[in-house]
C-alpha cells in the first residue's frame, strides 16, 4: 500500500540540509543563541519580503498576536473581534490580555470573516479586530478596514497561516496596524523550534514589541516598562533566512499541488473544492475540501494509507476551554457548519503528482462505490 503523509518535513529538509546546516554552524561558531545578529538578519529579510517598514521576531505565533494587543494598549474592560473558526491561539491571546473575545462568524466559501456581520459585533469597548487569513487565504480586508477606520479600531491581522499570500497584490499581514506571523515548524514558513513575528509599517510599534518581548529593556538591564520573555533565538533566525529564500518557489509549488487536486476533483458533486476569491493569491497552508461525508471520508483514506486533518474540529466559542463565555450552538451557524464538513488533505510543496492522483483516485472509490 502506498501511504501519503499529512506533511513531510523531512522532505524539505533533506532538500537543503546543507545550508541549512552550515547556516546553524555559523550560529555555534557566533554563540549568538537568543536574539543577536542572526535574528535582526532575518527580521530585516522578512519585513523585505513583506513589503513593510519593520518585522520584530518572537518567541512564536501566539506570543506575536499577545505582545501585539499588548502594545497597543488592550487590556481588561476592552473587546476583541475575531472569528470562531481559527486555531485557539487568536482567542486565547484576546483572553490572556484580559480583553474579551466577541466572535463574527464566517463567509463561507473563504472561511475568513464575514465583513457583511462585523458592524452589528462593534461595541463602545471594541478596540480591535483580528481577521484570520485562515489556511493560506486572507480574509476580506477592504471592508474590513473601511468598517474599522469608521469607528477608530485597531485592526492586527492573524497571518499565522499565510505566509506569502496576498490580497489585491498587498501582502498579508501588512496591510492593518500590523500582522503577526507563526513559524511553526508545519507552517508553510517553518522554523526548527518555535518562532513568529510581527510586522508593521509604525515603528513605534515595532520598538515596544522589540522592548516588550525583552523583559521591557533597551539597554541591559535597564527596564522601562514591564515585559516579558518573547524573543526568537539564533539558531531558528538563521534557519529562517535560509528558508525566506525558498518559500516563494515553495508557496508556488502548494498552489500548483492546490490545482492538480482541484482538477482532479472538480466533478465530484459530493465534495466543495476550496476556492480562490477574486481578490486573492491563496497560498493553501491547508487544502481543505468540504463534504457531508466527512469522518466516513477520512476513515476511509486513512485505511488507504492517506492521512488528512480537521482544521478545526470544535470551533472556539464551542470549545471547553471557551464555556464560561456561554456560547451557545447555533450561534455561528457557517462556522460550525464548516467544522463539521472540512477535511484537510495532505498538502505540503513536495507532494508528488503520482501522490495527489493516488488521492484523488481513493476519494473517487469511496465515492463511487458507495
Ligand atoms: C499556528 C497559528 C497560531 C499560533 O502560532 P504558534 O507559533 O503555534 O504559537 C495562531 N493563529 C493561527 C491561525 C495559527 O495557525
Same mark, same amino acid.
Given at each position: !500500500?502506498?501511504?501519503?503523509?499529512?506533511?513531510?518535513?523531512?522532505?524539505?529538509?533533506?532538500a537543503?540540509?546543507?545550508?541549512?546546516?552550515?547556516?546553524?554552524?555559523?550560529?555555534?561558531?557566533?554563540?549568538?543563541?537568543?536574539g543577536?545578529?542572526?535574528?535582526e538578519?532575518?527580521?530585516?529579510?522578512?519585513?523585505?519580503?513583506?513589503g513593510?517598514?519593520? @518585522?520584530?521576531?518572537?518567541?512564536?505565533?501566539?506570543?506575536?498576536?499577545?505582545?501585539?494587543?499588548?502594545?497597543?494598549?488592550?487590556g481588561q474592560?476592552?473587546?476583541?473581534?475575531?472569528?470562531?473558526?481559527?486555531?485557539?491561539?487568536?482567542?486565547?491571546?484576546?483572553?490572556?490580555t484580559?480583553a474579551?473575545?466577541?466572535?463574527?462568524?464566517?463567509?463561507?466559501?473563504?472561511?475568513?470573516?464575514?465583513?457583511?456581520?462585523?458592524e452589528? @459585533?462593534?461595541?463602545?469597548k471594541t478596540?480591535?479586530?483580528?481577521p484570520?487569513?485562515?489556511?493560506?487565504?486572507?480574509?476580506?480586508?477592504?471592508p474590513?478596514?473601511?468598517?474599522?477606520?469608521?469607528?477608530?479600531?485597531?485592526?492586527?491581522?492573524?497571518?499565522?497561516q499565510?505566509h506569502?499570500?496576498?490580497?489585491?497584490?498587498?501582502?498579508?499581514?501588512?496591510?492593518?496596524?500590523?500582522?503577526?506571523?507563526s513559524?511553526y515548524?508545519?507552517?508553510?514558513?517553518?522554523?526548527?523550534?518555535?518562532?513568529?513575528?510581527?510586522?508593521?509599517?509604525?515603528?513605534?510599534?515595532?520598538?515596544?514589541?522589540?522592548?516588550?518581548?525583552?523583559h521591557?529593556?533597551?539597554r541591559k538591564?535597564?527596564?522601562?516598562v514591564?515585559?516579558?520573555?518573547?524573543?526568537?533565538?539564533?539558531?531558528?533566525? @538563521?534557519?529562517?533566512?535560509?528558508?525566506?529564500?525558498?518559500?516563494?518557489?515553495?508557496?508556488?509549488a502548494?498552489?500548483?499541488?492546490?490545482?492538480?487536486y482541484?482538477?482532479?476533483?472538480s466533478?465530484?458533486?459530493?465534495?466543495?473544492?476550496?476556492s480562490? !476569491?477574486?481578490?486573492?493569491?491563496?497560498?493553501?497552508h491547508?487544502?481543505?475540501?468540504?463534504t457531508?461525508?466527512?469522518?466516513?471520508?477520512?476513515?476511509?483514506?486513512?485505511?488507504k494509507?492517506?492521512?488528512?486533518?480537521?482544521?478545526?474540529?470544535?470551533?472556539?466559542?464551542?470549545?471547553?476551554a471557551y464555556?464560561?463565555?456561554g456560547?451557545?450552538?447555533?450561534?455561528?451557524?457557517?462556522?460550525?457548519?464548516?467544522?463539521?464538513?472540512?477535511?484537510?488533505?495532505? !498538502?505540503?510543496?513536495?507532494?508528488?503528482?503520482?501522490?495527489?492522483?493516488?488521492?484523488a483516485?481513493?476519494?473517487?472509490?469511496?465515492?463511487?462505490?458507495?
Open positions: !500500500m502506498k501511504t501519503v503523509p499529512f506533511l513531510d518535513l523531512s522532505a524539505q529538509y533533506v537543503i540540509r546543507e545550508e541549512i546546516r552550515s547556516s546553524l554552524e555559523e550560529v555555534f561558531d557566533s554563540v549568538s543563541f537568543v543577536g545578529p542572526f535574528v538578519r532575518f527580521e530585516e529579510e522578512f519585513a523585505i519580503f513583506c513593510c517598514g519593520y @518585522a520584530a521576531g518572537t518567541s512564536n505565533g501566539t506570543s506575536a498576536l499577545w505582545m501585539t494587543l499588548l502594545c497597543l494598549g488592550i474592560g476592552d473587546e476583541v473581534i475575531t472569528v470562531p473558526n481559527t486555531f485557539i491561539a487568536t482567542a486565547e491571546a484576546i483572553t490572556f484580559g474579551r473575545p466577541v466572535f463574527v462568524d464566517v463567509e463561507e466559501r473563504s472561511h475568513t470573516m464575514n465583513p457583511a456581520l462585523l452589528k @459585533a462593534i461595541t463602545p478596540k480591535a479586530i483580528i484570520v487569513h485562515l489556511f493560506g487565504q486572507p480574509a476580506d480586508m477592504d474590513i478596514m473601511e468598517i474599522a477606520r469608521k469607528h477608530g479600531i485597531l485592526v492586527v491581522e492573524d497571518a499565522c499565510a506569502g499570500a496576498q490580497y489585491k497584490g498587498k501582502t498579508a499581514g501588512t496591510i492593518g496596524d500590523a500582522g503577526c506571523f513559524f515548524p508545519g507552517k508553510n514558513l517553518g522554523a526548527y523550534g518555535e518562532a513568529g513575528a510581527v510586522v508593521t509599517n509604525d515603528p513605534q510599534l515595532a520598538d515596544k514589541i522589540k522592548i516588550l518581548r525583552d521591557g529593556q533597551s538591564y535597564y527596564h522601562k514591564i515585559g516579558w520573555n518573547g524573543r526568537m533565538d539564533g539558531l531558528q533566525g @538563521a534557519v529562517l533566512s535560509v528558508k525566506l529564500r525558498y518559500l516563494p518557489a515553495w508557496n508556488e502548494r498552489r500548483k499541488n492546490a490545482e492538480h482541484s482538477s482532479l476533483l466533478d465530484l458533486e459530493e465534495i466543495i473544492l476550496p480562490e !476569491m477574486d481578490y486573492a493569491r491563496h497560498v493553501y491547508l487544502y481543505v475540501i468540504r457531508r461525508r466527512r469522518d466516513e471520508l477520512k476513515i476511509y483514506l486513512a485505511e494509507g492517506i492521512e488528512c486533518g480537521i482544521h478545526y474540529p470544535v470551533p472556539v466559542h464551542l470549545q471547553e464555556r464560561q463565555f456560547f451557545l450552538k447555533g450561534t455561528f451557524p457557517v462556522a460550525e457548519k464548516c467544522a463539521e464538513e472540512i477535511l484537510s488533505l495532505p !498538502m505540503y510543496p513536495e507532494l508528488t503528482r503520482e501522490q495527489i492522483g493516488y488521492v483516485a481513493e476519494l473517487r472509490n469511496k465515492l463511487r462505490l458507495s
